[in-house]
């Protein structure tokens, strides 16, 4: 294990300035932390916070980065708590350790491969500073070299995730050797198989070839030095994972992978990149379409080079990779690499202030903003960056939240976000079927706002329709228009039972039993796709039931037209109240009826009404008792197996069904067919002799009828009436009304329902 002064002297030799003192208290605190714990290797479980601090010295990272490192697994697996950290190391390490303490956090959920990417935004979004995810990095990578101590099924796990999740990250990050390495453990443990057919034939290769690589190396070395040039050459090694990955993905079989060799020319300047590249297209013959300037067009990661491919000296295909020191730094260290350099040239600039050692991404103004820029659009890889820019760390994702279903199933939600939301996001189904949410365990508020990390579950109810006013509690287009889509559904739905109340009624009425199949049957005479929609047309009074009926079968028509006949004969049906068909196309959710289609009765002042009896015989409408009269804006609500019910619209019961329920109707009176209805008065008066009798005087001879009739003494000396009427409409029963007003004995008179 290395000693104290050992990882104290790693970190000095490349940030003098670091803060040594710092780095002692880290490494003995986090010691005591850890006190016995044991890796599964069975050695000290500090030998693995020691470990991934040591990967990082080696990535030159700041010292701030060192103690999270030693400390990066002491609020998870230790007593100690973040406000221990913030005390003893202060904030900015105690929020660095909370950021690697939440991504652990995170080992619980499972990670397939299709959310792979969300998975990777989520721990840039909860890292929230790029050192975090450096950690995170050196600590897999740790793991990931002693996984030979996991039992078989974690080995498998932590591999999957690392070729999953991990080592993409770093290469986003430009960190080359590092995805390297965790690509080559990963392989290693996922296909064993293939990782040793791979290495032996790699090594039958090596045998084979033996010298070449020196030649080749050598032949180099020559050519630059006669061009007067100084060059670190080197023969690259070929990692198994990046030939099986290439034979898998390109097609390619070993024997052709295996006649190129990879040579590294590093130098000092861009014109020596140049210079190398002319040296070696003039001795060597280029093979053709393998050029790339990186130079001139950086990847996105930041990685540049120039690399071309020639025929070597024994006819071998040689790859050449030209770069700078420093291209070669920020290939193999990435975003390190230039923590690194800016970080060097702030310390040298501006003496050995505090704010030198922190890392350069969280400076506004000088050179690193251009650098994170890049970087932020690396990490979206397409995503329009712009509107990130404005965050100076890695707040990247802060727009998005990351959720996950009980089953560890990630999804990703943009901020503001609702369980109803995160509903509609893991099905259109389960959206619709939402009827309640449960955030980490917690019964919430189905609009309640979603956090990073949440665990939301969803309770479903399969009668659920979601109401129409859900729309205004989502933000996600896809549950907006799941949501609207319903409620169309559940409309149509409506008018399609709506109609086959009526149809019921239709064959009823001529002792005929109605079943939806015996209609189906004469849908291709009724130029209607579907039954429902054949339905709906007949609640929408846009298809006639005599005309269905007709299609069922030609006499039933004709019964039906006799009966109806019949009935008009004996003066029991002579008109109804009908949903017209203004009224109902206007039917809709979410509001009561407008004036336009309610004020459709007969002409103000009037008297002329329809029996509301034969309305209930024939029609599905029911009134309420006391309720409407023809004049009043009235609403209706679907009474599944009753039909519409029929409410005035200040009528309290009405208030007792939700909006979504309510349906637009109108009257639709037969002045040839005048009827009465129903009304409800409360009259207050004091207690005197031949008051009632003046009341039902004015009643009288206003034309009204008195239907009921009932006293509540409400005092010593007055009563209260409640007299049900019967009137033709609304403007008669304000002539009711407004003469009893005008009546000394009267002291209040007001509708009322019940
Ligand atoms: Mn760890």
Redesign the pocket.
């Known amino acids: 294990m290395m000693r104290q002064y050992e990882l104290v002297e790693r970190v000095q030799k490349y940030d003098p300035t670091a803060d040594e003192a710092l780095l002692n208290r880290a490494y003995v605190y986090a010691m005591r932390a850890h006190g016995n714990q044991k890796r599964a290797s069975g050695a000290p479980y500090f030998s693995?916070?020691l470990e991934?601090a040591a990967i990082l010295t080696d990535l030159k990272l700041d010292d701030a980065t060192i103690v999270t490192a030693l400390l990066?697994?002491v609020i998870e697996d230790t007593d100690t708590t973040r406000t221990e950290i913030d005390q003893l190391f202060g904030p900015e390490i105690g929020a660095l350790v909370d950021g690697l303490t939440k991504i652990?956090r995170l080992d619980l959920v499972s990670k397939k491969a299709e959310q792979a990417e969300n998975f990777r935004k989520l721990l840039i979004a909860i890292s929230s500073d790029i050192r975090v995810l450096l950690v995170k990095l050196a600590?897999r990578l740790h793991?990931m070299r002693t996984l030979e101590h996991m039992k078989p099924e974690a080995r498998k796990r932590v591999s999957e995730e690392t070729l999953e999740i991990y080592a993409p990250l770093a290469g986003r990050m430009g960190m080359q050797a590092l995805r390297d390495e965790l690509e080559e453990h990963a392989f290693r443990w996922l296909n064993p198989e293939a990782y040793r057919t791979v290495t032996d034939k790699l090594q039958e290769l090596r045998e084979r070839n033996e010298g070449l690589v020196e030649e080749i190396e050598a032949a180099l070395q020559k050519m630059l030095a006669d061009a007067g040039m100084k060059a670190e050459v080197s023969g690259r090694e070929k990692k198994p994972y990046s030939v099986w990955s290439k034979m898998a993905n390109k097609q390619i079989s070993m024997e052709q992978l295996s006649d190129i060799y990879a040579f590294r020319v590093i130098v000092e300047t861009i014109d020596d990149c140049y210079r190398v590249l002319g040296v070696a297209h003039q001795t060597w013959r280029t093979v053709p379409g393998r050029f790339k300037d990186y130079i001139s067009t950086p990847k996105q990661n930041n990685y540049q080079s120039i690399h071309t491919t020639v025929v070597g000296p024994r006819h071998q295909r040689v790859e050449l990779q030209i770069r700078t020191r420093a291209m070669h730094s920020v290939a193999e260290y990435g975003v390190a690499a230039h923590a690194l350099y800016k970080d060097g040239q702030k310390v040298n600039g501006s003496g050995n202030g505090a704010s030198a050692k922190t890392l350069v991404f969280s400076d506004k103004e000088s050179g690193p903003y251009q650098w994170l820029r890049r970087l932020v659009e690396t990490l979206l890889e397409g995503s329009n960056p712009e509107e990130f820019l404005e965050h100076t760390k890695l707040e990247l994702f802060q727009d998005q939240v990351f959720c996950f279903s009980p089953k560890g199933r990630l999804i990703a939600l943009p901020r503001g976000a609702t369980p109803l939301d995160f509903a509609y996001a893991v099905h259109t189904d389960v959206g619709n079927a939402a009827v309640s949410a449960y955030v980490n365990g917690r019964h919430v508020p189905i609009d309640t706002r979603l956090r990073n990390g949440d665990e939301v579950e969803i309770k479903t109810s399969k009668s659920h329709t979601p109401p129409a006013a859900w729309e205004s509690l989502v933000v996600t287009g896809r549950a907006r228009s799941a949501i609207r889509r319903a409620a169309r559904d559940a409309i149509r739905r409506q008018y399609a039972e709506l109609g086959r109340r009526l149809l019921i009624s239709a064959f009823e009425r001529i002792g005929e039993s109605y079943s939806d199949e015996r209609v189906k049957k004469a849908l291709p005479r009724l130029s209607h796709k579907s039954l429902d929609d054949l339905l709906a047309a007949v609640a929408r009074n846009e298809a006639k039931t005599e005309d269905v009926l007709r299609a069922v079968a030609p006499e039933l028509a004709a019964t039906a037209r006799a009966a109806q006949r019949t009935a008009e004969e004996q003066g029991k049906a002579k008109g109804w109240l009908r949903l017209t068909r203004a009224a109902t196309s206007k039917l809709r959710l979410g509001s009561s009826s407008d004036s336009e289609t309610t004020a459709g009765g007969p002409p103000a002042g009037r008297v002329r009404g329809i029996p509301i009896r034969g309305v209930k015989n024939d029609m599905p409408v029911l009134f309420e008792a006391g309720g409407a009269v023809p004049g009043d804006r009235i609403v209706g609500v679907l009474a599944p197996g009753e039909g519409i019910r029929v409410f005035q619209i200040h009528s309290p019961r009405l208030q007792e069904y939700e909006h979504e329920r309510w349906i637009d109707v109108a009257w639709d009176v037969d002045p040839e067919n005048p009827e009465r209805f129903p009304a409800l008065i409360s009259v207050t008066a004091p207690n005197r002799p031949g008051t009632l009798a003046e009341i039902a005087d004015v009643i009288g001879q206003s034309g009204g009828n008195i239907d009921n009739l009932k006293m509540l003494r409400r005092a010593s000396d007055f009563t209260e009436l409640k007299i049900g009427l019967e009137v033709w409409d609304l403007a008669h029963l304000n002539q009711i009304i407004n003469g009893l007003k005008a009546k000394a004995v009267v002291t209040k008179v007001e509708r009322v329902f019940e």
């Open positions: 693995h916070p991934v990066h697994d652990k600590d793991n």
